[in-house]
């Protein structure tokens, strides 16, 4: 939950994050960073945006409340 609100935070500031940069945020390794934003995704608080090495992530419908 303190990553969630961690990323969500970021991409207020941001508008955007890509994998590494959760990563490197939360000190998560690959896979976890991968179920993070797969779960927080799957909540609609983040979209996807593009695919493969250009993929990031936006703010969803629910992150945006």
Request: aromatic share 4%.
């Amino acid at each position: 939950l303190q990553h969630e609100q961690m990323v969500l935070s970021y991409v207020r500031q941001h508008r955007q994050i890509k994998r590494a940069e959760v990563m490197e945020l939360c000190r998560l390794s690959e896979g976890q960073a991968k179920d993070l934003l797969k779960r927080m995704q799957g909540g609609n608080l983040l979209q996807l945006e593009g695919a493969g090495r250009s993929a990031f992530y936006r703010m969803g419908e629910r992150g945006r409340k």
